[in-house]
């Protein structure tokens, strides 16, 4: 009886285990959908989204583009433009 429970509580501690890689994949699902579309052209990188967003609606002010994108990476936010 006790090496039952003993085998158990590991089997639950496993899935426990490999059940908390997934949990901290969620949030990455979240950053795929704020991706920019098929044809847009990544441009470069920014470690505000202050600053990203100034440059993109600079590049719209200017007529460089129509639309632009700020993409949250793991470190930085990526500016993406339909041009």
């Known amino acids: ?12 501690f ?12 969620a949030p990455a699902a979240h950053a795929a959908a704020v991706r920019p579309a098929g044809d847009d052209v990544y441009r470069t990188w920014f470690t505000s989204h202050a600053r990203c967003v100034a440059e993109g609606q600079g ?4 007529g ?8 949250e990476g793991d ?9």
């Open 1 to 12: 009886m006790i090496r039952s429970l003993e085998r158990a509580g590991i089997a639950a």
């Open 14 to 25: 496993a899935a426990a285990l490999f059940a908390a890689p997934a949990v901290l994949a």
């Open 75 to 83: 470190w930085f936010w990526h500016l993406w433009t339909n041009r």
């Open 64 to 71: 460089h583009w129509e639309h632009y994108t700020c993409s």
């Open 59 to 62: 590049g719209i002010d200017r």
